[in-house]
């Protein structure tokens, strides 16, 4: 009984920190197979034993059941105060997003790692890229990332970050591979332009995007919020998933 209580616990608190969830980690994985040079699909398969980037994409957070993952914790967010940069926080340790990106991408491009350690990293960095265009991931100093803003979301109880993370994208009742669709296709041109930022720009987007996220009026939050703001949501994951396409191409492509 002790164990199963503790086990609800870690389901309830790691609920609220997960990025786009399932759905939309697998929706940003499935439209970056899709931008990937005929190379990196093949060194990426043989790396993954065949597993889809769309199925990996939630690996990170499925390990924060094993205590031995217990380091990555910190490396789903980073929070940036409004009107700051990236640059005037990045040396404090209050969330490592960024800087995790930044890294492993390095990592993996010297071609030096252990199998493992390569596996690891490449599905750390499909999850990683993902949280970084969450808003939400990119937190202000005292909400925790919006998990203490609380809110109705159609009359159930619900705060900020979930209604950002999962409730908005469960709600349209869409698979992943059918939400991936409902985006469309953006062109060359934006692709390109996309792909040619930084992940501290990412970083600095999903800052800009403040002012409508917590525009929650009264707190009640359902179809009015949903219509003028999911598409924020639906932009996110198409970047998410083109420009992870583009760092895995530079990596093995």
Do not use: C
């Amino acid at each position: 009984m002790k164990k199963l209580i503790l086990v609800l616990f870690a389901l309830i608190v790691l609920t609220d920190g997960f990025g786009w969830g399932a759905t939309g980690h697998r929706a940003t994985g499935l439209i970056a197979e899709r931008y990937l040079t005929a190379k990196a699909k093949k060194r990426i398969n043989q790396i993954l034993g065949g597993e889809s980037l769309a199925m990996v994409s939630t690996w990170m957070d499925e390990i924060r059941s094993d205590s031995t993952y217990n380091y990555t914790t910190d490396w789903h967010w980073t929070t940036i105060p409004d009107g700051g940069r990236y640059e005037d926080v990045e040396n404090n340790l209050d969330g490592k997003v960024v800087m995790m990106i930044e890294k492993f991408t390095k990592d993996l491009k010297t071609g030096k790692l252990t199998p493992k350690q390569e596996q690891e990293y490449l599905k750390m960095l499909v999850h990683m890229v993902g949280d970084m265009h969450q808003p939400l991931h990119v937190g202000k100093p005292g909400d925790r990332g919006g998990n203490d803003v609380k809110v109705k979301w159609f009359r159930s109880e619900s705060n900020l970050h979930r209604v950002w993370d999962s409730e908005m994208i469960d709600d349209t009742k869409l698979s992943y591979t059918e939400l991936a669709q409902s985006f469309g296709s953006p062109d060359k041109e934006t692709i390109k332009k996309w792909q040619g930022t930084s992940v501290r720009d990412w970083a600095m987007e999903s800052v800009s995007y403040r002012p409508q996220v917590y525009d929650i009026g009264n707190s009640n939050l359902g179809y009015q919020y949903s219509y003028k703001y999911f598409s924020i949501a639906k932009t996110r994951m198409l970047q998410a998933g083109v420009r992870l396409a583009g760092l895995l191409n530079q990596i093995y492509g």
